[in-house]
């Protein structure tokens, strides 16, 4: 496998749009772990792997326990009420293929309007969300963790490139929040 999308979940119904995202995918070379916060959700599918966790009310954290399960190349995070469009692991195969250097590619995202805008390229506060992937190797090599905080993907970002990390922002949007 390609990806292992991680995915903190409250149990959300949402959360069955989030894995239909999944299987919508060009490609199925991913597979997925659903950490649980507290709660109990029943998903039969072949491709998830699912953690139960106690309580602990960070999507970070949970995250984290999640990072330590990955097998693959690369690490994608999704929120359990956010979908991926069709081209998501196309679009990273191909940063991937032409730009080895290549730690992390954050992808633009839609929600209202796209993150990060146009023309911006830098990790700026308010302006990056989830809609990233990271090489595992380089999460194992640099212990990369989450921090409970309010903006966690922005430090976990901004921890990568203070680290000298390489990254892109892609010019794709692969990812939809709160559809």
């Given at each position: 496998?390609?990806?292992?999308?991680?995915?903190?979940?409250?149990?959300?119904?949402?959360?069955?749009?989030?894995?239909?995202?999944?299987?919508?995918?060009?490609?199925?070379?991913?597979?997925?772990?659903?950490?649980?916060?507290?709660?109990?959700?029943?998903?039969q599918?072949?491709?998830?792997?699912?953690?139960?966790?106690?309580?602990?009310?960070?999507?970070?954290?949970?995250?984290?326990i999640?990072?330590?399960?990955?097998?693959?190349?690369?690490?994608?995070?999704?929120?359990?009420?956010?979908?991926?469009?069709?081209?998501?692991?196309?679009?990273?195969?191909?940063?991937?293929?032409?730009?080895?250097?290549?730690?992390?590619?954050?992808?633009?995202?839609?929600?209202?309007?796209?993150?990060?805008?146009?023309?911006?390229?830098?990790?700026?506060?308010?302006?990056?969300?989830?809609?990233?992937?990271?090489?595992?190797?380089l999460?194992?090599?640099?212990?990369?963790?989450?921090?409970?905080?309010?903006?966690e993907?922005?430090?976990?970002?901004?921890?990568?490139?203070?680290?000298?990390?390489?990254?892109?922002?892609s010019?794709?949007?692969?990812?939809?929040?709160?559809?």
């Open positions: 496998m390609f990806i292992t999308f991680i995915i903190p979940s409250l149990g959300r119904p949402s959360l069955n749009k989030a894995i239909d995202s999944l299987d919508n995918l060009n490609s199925d070379d991913w597979k997925a772990i659903v950490v649980l916060d507290g709660v109990e959700k029943d998903i599918h072949e491709k998830v792997k699912v953690i139960q966790s106690e309580k602990i009310g960070s999507a970070g954290l949970l995250r984290n999640a990072m330590q399960e990955v097998d693959t190349k690369w690490i994608g995070f999704l929120d359990d009420d956010d979908i991926l469009y069709s081209r998501y692991i196309d679009e990273l195969k191909l940063e991937d293929d032409y730009h080895k250097e290549l730690g992390f590619v954050l992808f633009r995202m839609m929600r209202d309007r796209i993150i990060p805008r146009p023309g911006l390229y830098d990790v700026v506060q308010g302006q990056v969300g989830i809609s990233f992937a990271i090489k595992n190797e999460v194992k090599q640099h212990d990369l963790k989450f921090v409970k905080s309010g903006p993907d922005f430090h976990f970002l901004k921890n990568m490139v203070d680290l000298g990390i390489k990254g892109k922002v010019d794709y949007v692969a990812y939809g929040v709160r559809k």
